[in-house]
């Protein structure tokens, strides 16, 4: 990889993301990334980079480039028509304290 | 394990001309103790400044694997044996975590490669000092790991979210190997003459390198202001220091040994352990690459990337024939 000589660094293996289960009944949860060769190669990484203390029971890996993403320019027009409807959320409806079960 | 000095290497960022109005926005937005995320706006000299203190941080995690690597065949029982191979193999993966960290803000992992083997990138100078007993293992996970964590735990509040998240992952592995370190200390300090000497003898040589960790006093140091301003940096190196002159120095006296500091007193006044004056010119010798094993470690790194480079040439070839798909056997769910 290094090129002490100073010459252009070669291009990196691919970049996957890698997801853990932390135990059963959970879902799978983005933890990091990492370089491999291949997939095969990228679970072996992931198991020795992010599971030595008994974290997950499972590993996904996901190249990043396969990743689609929304763009931070957009968050207004995808997530601000959100804010003014608070009436999705259970506490915006006023209910007497005497009804019970609601 | 951490790197000293983050903010002594390297250009002075240039803010750049880049307009009043996203250079505003961005500074409100971590004014109110917003993260900023890889794919944000952020200032030039913000990215420039994150690529070359996390790769500063990552290259010292790599580096630091060789001090301690020094004694693995030599530890005295099993147990430390297990113990110092699983601290190695941590500070390996703190490593995979700062590089990926710096990786967001668009350079790339071989670029860093290249920039540690070339010896143009920095990495902490405390790795320059040679480890000549099996005490200085024991020195190394309380004093430096010790450090370490003082100098981090605050950067897991770090306005970028990415270096943030490495940071509280890092922190939480990065304990045991303070406590492990502080056992090997107890264990020698209790045992025989020989052993309290050895014990005493790691203390003589790691608490000036340790306490030089934290960087240049605030007055020395260049980058503090801004990164500060940019809630990359929450502490000025001597309050960070301080902090840790104030924990260790009871943990001394708990093991009874003597911290190599004649002048060193508990002020009244302010509450806190007073030092005498640190020697800067070590520290900058070192930094220049004039330590006991500047090039010593340099070449270790340079002769693992070669050793391993067929290795690297073999997995390519692989995954060129598969297609990069895992062969058969891996499933989804």
Same mark, same amino acid.
């Given at each position: 990889m290094g090129d002490p000589s100073g010459g252009a660094a070669p291009a990196d293996w691919p970049l996957y993301e890698v997801f853990i289960r932390s135990r059963s009944g959970l879902e799978h949860k983005h933890v990091g990334s990492l370089h491999a060769a291949d997939a095969r190669m990228a679970v072996e990484h992931a198991r020795d980079v992010y599971t030595r203390r008994q974290e997950g029971v499972s590993i996904w890996v996901v190249r990043s480039a396969d990743i689609v993403a929304s763009d931070p320019a957009d968050a207004e027009a995808l997530f601000e028509p959100a804010r003014d409807k608070v009436y999705r959320h259970p506490t915006f409806y006023a209910i007497p304290d005497e009804v019970k079960n609601l | 394990m951490y790197t000293q000095a983050?903010?002594?290497?390297?250009?002075?960022?240039v803010p750049a001309a880049e307009g009043a109005g996203p250079a505003a926005r961005f500074q409100a937005r971590i004014d109110a103790d917003e993260k900023i995320e890889p794919k944000d706006w952020m200032p030039e000299a913000y990215r420039q400044t994150l690529i070359r203190q996390i790769s500063q941080h990552a290259h010292s995690e790599i580096v630091g694997m060789l001090p301690e690597g020094n004694w693995i065949t030599r530890a005295p029982t099993l147990r430390r044996k297990a113990v110092l191979i699983a601290k190695v193999q941590d500070e390996g993966g703190h490593g995979m975590y700062l590089y990926s960290a710096a990786e967001t803000l668009g350079v790339s992992r071989a670029q860093l490669i290249e920039q540690l083997l070339s010896g143009a990138a920095k990495y902490s100078s405390i790795f320059n000092y040679p480890t000549l007993t099996w005490a200085d293992v024991g020195a190394i996970g309380w004093l430096v790991d010790g450090a370490a964590i003082m100098n981090q735990i605050p950067i897991c509040r770090c306005s970028y979210g990415p270096y943030a998240r490495a940071m509280v992952r890092i922190c939480k592995e990065e304990s045991f190997h303070q406590r492990q370190g502080f056992e090997i200390m107890l264990t020698l300090a209790q045992g025989s003459a020989a052993q309290h000497a050895m014990a005493q003898d790691a203390l003589n040589r790691w608490w000036w390198p340790s306490i030089m960790?934290?960087?240049?006093?605030d007055g020395d140091s260049r980058h503090t202001a801004q990164s500060m301003a940019w809630k &990359?940096?929450?502490?000025s190196n001597d309050e960070l220091r301080q902090k840790f002159i104030d924990v260790t120095v009871p943990q001394a006296q708990f093991l009874g040994?003597? &911290?190599?500091?004649?002048?060193?007193r508990w002020d009244e006044a302010t509450q806190h352990f007073q030092i005498g004056p640190i020697d800067w010119s070590e520290f900058y010798a070192v930094l220049k690459g004039n330590g006991p094993c500047n090039r010593e470690r340099l070449e270790a790194r340079r002769a693992a990337d070669a050793a391993g480079a067929w290795v690297r040439e073999a997995a390519a070839a692989y995954a060129a024939k598969h297609g990069g798909r895992a062969p058969a056997g891996a499933s989804h769910g």
């Amino acid at each position: 990889m290094g090129d002490p000589s100073g010459g252009a660094a070669p291009a990196d293996w691919p970049l996957y993301e890698v997801f853990i289960r932390s135990r059963s009944g959970l879902e799978h949860k983005h933890v990091g990334s990492l370089h491999a060769a291949d997939a095969r190669m990228a679970v072996e990484h992931a198991r020795d980079v992010y599971t030595r203390r008994q974290e997950g029971v499972s590993i996904w890996v996901v190249r990043s480039a396969d990743i689609v993403a929304s763009d931070p320019a957009d968050a207004e027009a995808l997530f601000e028509p959100a804010r003014d409807k608070v009436y999705r959320h259970p506490t915006f409806y006023a209910i007497p304290d005497e009804v019970k079960n609601l | 394990m951490y790197t000293q000095a983050l903010d002594t290497h390297g250009r002075e960022p240039v803010p750049a001309a880049e307009g009043a109005g996203p250079a505003a926005r961005f500074q409100a937005r971590i004014d109110a103790d917003e993260k900023i995320e890889p794919k944000d706006w952020m200032p030039e000299a913000y990215r420039q400044t994150l690529i070359r203190q996390i790769s500063q941080h990552a290259h010292s995690e790599i580096v630091g694997m060789l001090p301690e690597g020094n004694w693995i065949t030599r530890a005295p029982t099993l147990r430390r044996k297990a113990v110092l191979i699983a601290k190695v193999q941590d500070e390996g993966g703190h490593g995979m975590y700062l590089y990926s960290a710096a990786e967001t803000l668009g350079v790339s992992r071989a670029q860093l490669i290249e920039q540690l083997l070339s010896g143009a990138a920095k990495y902490s100078s405390i790795f320059n000092y040679p480890t000549l007993t099996w005490a200085d293992v024991g020195a190394i996970g309380w004093l430096v790991d010790g450090a370490a964590i003082m100098n981090q735990i605050p950067i897991c509040r770090c306005s970028y979210g990415p270096y943030a998240r490495a940071m509280v992952r890092i922190c939480k592995e990065e304990s045991f190997h303070q406590r492990q370190g502080f056992e090997i200390m107890l264990t020698l300090a209790q045992g025989s003459a020989a052993q309290h000497a050895m014990a005493q003898d790691a203390l003589n040589r790691w608490w000036w390198p340790s306490i030089m960790m934290f960087g240049p006093s605030d007055g020395d140091s260049r980058h503090t202001a801004q990164s500060m301003a940019w809630k &990359i940096k929450r502490f000025s190196n001597d309050e960070l220091r301080q902090k840790f002159i104030d924990v260790t120095v009871p943990q001394a006296q708990f093991l009874g040994l003597t &911290i190599p500091d004649p002048r060193l007193r508990w002020d009244e006044a302010t509450q806190h352990f007073q030092i005498g004056p640190i020697d800067w010119s070590e520290f900058y010798a070192v930094l220049k690459g004039n330590g006991p094993c500047n090039r010593e470690r340099l070449e270790a790194r340079r002769a693992a990337d070669a050793a391993g480079a067929w290795v690297r040439e073999a997995a390519a070839a692989y995954a060129a024939k598969h297609g990069g798909r895992a062969p058969a056997g891996a499933s989804h769910g």
